[in-house]
């Protein structure tokens, strides 16, 4: 990812944070080894801020759009409790299998249910009511899935949103992509039913209550 953040202060925030557990650790590295567009990975830092966020909240039901290889899931799951439980969509077959390899090999990972298809199909599916969801799918349905999963979430439960600084070009948005995030951030940033503020950490991270 072409960082919006000093490299240097990226390297620096990173060594002084708590270290990923071993199968995490070896997830990025696989994932960096062999996957096209390895960069999608929360990684440790904002990896550490989702599994504290669920763990503080004491969510038990989190929800998750975009499992990608399964970092960000696997992350969240060790801040469940034994009994806690993450749905994650994806339509990836291929990063998924690899995601499923390595939930397989944590003892957090039983938590973990991965539902296929496109996310947007996916959430008319499932019920209600979620502590906690994190949305890092396809941008340009962004809006679309607030709407959607708005309504899921419990009243205090916690909506977090990737990328919504998008590498910057929320700044003079140019592609219809740049435009979505940009459009998204003003949905959510008017919308009464949330607290919500923004965090500039790596790619930018939305952190929504809903009130
Ligand atoms: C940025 S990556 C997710 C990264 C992941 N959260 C992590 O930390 O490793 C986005 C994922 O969204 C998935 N995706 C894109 N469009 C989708 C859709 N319409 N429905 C479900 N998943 C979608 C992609 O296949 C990709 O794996």
Redesign the pocket.
């Known amino acids: 990812m072409n960082s919006i953040i000093d490299p240097a202060i990226e390297t620096y925030a990173r060594e002084h944070s708590m270290p990923e557990s071993d199968v995490l650790r070896e997830l990025s590295d696989e994932t960096y080894r062999t996957m096209e567009s390895p960069q999608?990975?929360?990684g440790r830092v904002q990896?550490g801020l989702l599994r504290l966020l669920v763990s503080v909240s004491g969510a038990r039901r989190v929800l998750?759009?975009?499992?990608?290889?399964?970092?960000?899931?696997l992350a969240m799951a060790e801040g469940l409790p034994d009994d806690g439980e993450l749905i994650t969509?994806?339509?990836?077959a291929e990063?998924t299998e690899m995601a499923q390899r390595y939930w397989d090999r944590s003892l957090h990972g039983a938590k973990i249910m991965l539902k296929l298809?496109?996310?947007?199909e996916?959430i008319d599916t499932l019920e209600g009511p979620f502590d906690l969801v994190?949305i890092?799918?396809?941008k340009e349905?962004y809006t679309a899935y607030w709407e959607k999963v708005l309504p899921l979430v419990r009243s205090g439960g916690l909506i977090l949103v990737?990328?919504v600084l998008w590498k910057g070009r929320i700044l003079a948005p140019v592609s219809t992509l740049d435009h979505a995030v940009d459009a998204f951030n003003k949905h959510v940033a008017k919308d009464e039913r949330v607290e919500a503020i923004m965090l500039t950490v790596r790619d930018g991270v939305t952190v929504a209550r809903k009130k």
Request: proline fraction near 0%; charged fraction near 15%.
């Open positions: 999608m990975v929360v990896g998750e759009l975009g499992a990608f290889t399964g970092y960000s899931a969509c994806d339509m990836n990063s298809g496109h996310a947007l996916t994190f890092d799918a396809d349905n990737d990328n």
